[in-house]
């Protein structure tokens, strides 16, 4: 009869899975390697607009993405925790007879942070920006799957262009109504 092995804390699992998940992100992440059969088909312009506004602004889009979410998530968990610390350490200090000044200040400082990171999240537009981002960067993958994928046929590259810089103005035409918006 051999030992059993303890099961790792339930914490752990948690890590793990987040680890995963982190590596499979890092896995789906742009890559011009993939799409280099199709781009060598190309003369040297058009593949220096690929290059340059193209696969550059599908990077751009992921990062803009990943910092929208990150903001978004840290401003959301910032509002929702902080709103029920509020709380509760209210119900603490109206329960006793005499709430003591450390009390009131944190609540004071809490609410401060509430009120600070929910204004944050509305003003920055976090929310609406990252889906923003995502589907732009959807939408000129498409376009390049559509175009690039098997080979690139050189005689339809001006429709790919136009079909690029159409996603791209109404990708900056909605950013800045998003914008323009939180200033009215």
Known sequence: MGLQQPEPPGWWKFWIRWKLRRQRRQRQRFSLNAWEPGIGTLDEGQQRYILLRWA???ELMDKRHRQ???IFYLLRT???LGGVAVTALSGIGL???SSSTGIRWTIFA??????????LEQMGHYGQHRVL????????????FGYLLPAAAPAGFDQFREQIETILSAYNQSYDRTISDSSS
């Open 56 to 58: 550059s602004s599908i």
């Open 68 to 70: 929208d979410v990150s």
């Open 78 to 80: 910032l509002s929702i």
């Open 95 to 97: 329960s006793s007879t």
């Open 110 to 119: 809490l609410g401060f942070l509430v009120a600070g990171s929910a204004g």
């Open 133 to 144: 981002s995502r589907q732009t960067r959807e939408q000129l993958l498409s376009a390049g």
